[in-house]
């Protein structure tokens, strides 16, 4: 069956150097979810790239030793060699006196733009944010091969063809979610900082091949997020992104998925549960109007009440767009499907 094709509606993209409405910064949290909190314990894996090497140094003391040190040698100590866990990525951190383990600020916008583009889903033969691959599939993937589990989750958007994503260099027009996230040729007004593990652990989850060091259920990650120019429907939209719903009157965020294995899972292990966390937003100075004040800081009640003030006004703008996917329950599903 031919994916049904929809067109994408773009706009010129605007001054990247605008600070109004609304400039600020979000200080947000990224937790693991856990039994006690949210019903459920996960881990969550963010690889480096990087797999550990051991090597066996007494054994190579007494390899050193030997009298004569040729081809041999060497190909019998490289065999020794163990090519181990995949590293979680971390860097040099002074303020933790070593180490520290983070989540890149890249793979956080990564995060939150592609669950905004699966969002807003096709209306009525328009799309307002494109996606890439923007190629609807011609039939879901056969269980098995790479992104079926992905495809059973987002099923309602995958469906479509949505053109060819964004590409600045190539056009000036953007759809809405490039328009604050960026595209080819064309820098983002939202701007993501590295998150850094503050409370929790890493454990070993997992055996062979797979076995790794990962956060423990309750882990949190510190960082921030800072915008500029935002209208208080597009502050909804960044909000939704990080998988924050209107439950009745209030804003809630949900567990969303983040990180590797977090389809299938290790074994009995759930992977990449995470829920974002805002836990204050400050306002500039230089910002004027959008439903906030300048120069302000609201945390508590105030800070809900703004949260709930943008969903509601990303839910007036963009209503028929928006297909809100439990991701948790969904690849649950699937999972258990397959």
């Keep these: 069956?031919?994916?049904?094709?929809?067109?994408?509606?773009?706009?010129?993209?605007?001054?990247?150097?605008?600070?109004?409405?609304?400039?600020?910064?979000?200080?947000?949290?990224?937790?693991?979810?856990?039994?006690?909190?949210?019903?459920?314990?996960?881990?969550?894996?963010?690889?480096?790239?990087?797999?550990?090497?051991?090597?066996?140094?007494?054994?190579?003391?007494?390899?050193?030793?030997?009298?004569?040190?040729?081809?041999?040698?060497?190909?019998?100590?490289?065999?020794?060699?163990?090519?181990?866990?995949?590293a979680f990525q971390s860097l040099l951190d002074p303020r933790a006196g070593g180490r520290a383990y983070i989540i890149p600020g890249s793979s956080v916008k990564g995060n939150v733009k592609a669950?905004?583009?699966?969002?807003?889903?096709?209306?009525?033969?328009?799309?307002?944010?494109?996606?890439?691959?923007?190629?609807?599939?011609?039939?879901?993937?056969?269980?098995?091969s790479h992104g079926w589990r992905h495809y059973g989750v987002w099923k309602q958007s995958l469906q479509y063809d949505r053109g060819p994503p964004c590409n600045v260099t190539a056009d000036r027009n953007v759809c809405v979610v490039c328009n604050l996230f960026g595209a080819p040729g064309l820098s983002s007004i939202i701007d993501f900082g590295t998150f850094y593990m503050r409370d929790g652990k890493l454990i070993q989850v997992g055996e062979g091949s797979e076995e790794l060091f990962a956060a423990e259920p309750g882990s949190r990650f510190h960082g921030s997020i800072s915008f500029r120019g935002l209208g208080l429907h597009e502050l909804g939209l960044l909000l939704i992104g990080m998988g924050y719903w209107l439950s009745g009157e209030r804003a809630e965020a949900i567990p969303v998925l983040l990180g590797s294995h977090k389809y299938k899972g290790l074994g009995e292990r759930i992977m990449g549960r995470v829920v974002y966390r805002v836990n204050c937003l400050k306002t500039s100075t230089r910002c004027s109007g959008g439903g906030v004040g300048s120069g302000s800081r609201y945390e508590g009640a105030e800070l809900e009440n703004i949260l709930a003030k943008a969903l509601n006004a990303a839910y007036e703008e963009y209503r028929p767009y928006i297909r809100q996917v439990d991701e948790h329950r969904e690849a649950l599903r699937v999972m258990r499907a397959g």
């Design 115 to 144: 669950r905004l583009q699966l969002t807003l889903q096709p209306y009525g033969g328009t799309a307002i944010a494109c996606l890439y691959p923007a190629r609807g599939l011609r039939a879901p993937p056969p269980k098995g």
């Design 1 to 86: 069956m031919q994916p049904q094709r929809v067109s994408v509606k773009r706009i010129p993209y605007r001054d990247r150097r605008s600070f109004n409405p609304i400039e600020g910064v979000l200080d947000v949290e990224i937790v693991v979810c856990s039994q006690k909190i949210h019903g459920f314990d996960s881990y969550l894996f963010v690889s480096s790239g990087e797999e550990e090497v051991i090597f066996p140094a007494e054994r190579l003391r007494e390899l050193l030793g030997e009298s004569r040190w040729n081809e041999s040698v060497l190909r019998r100590y490289a065999n020794e060699i163990q090519i181990g866990r995949r």
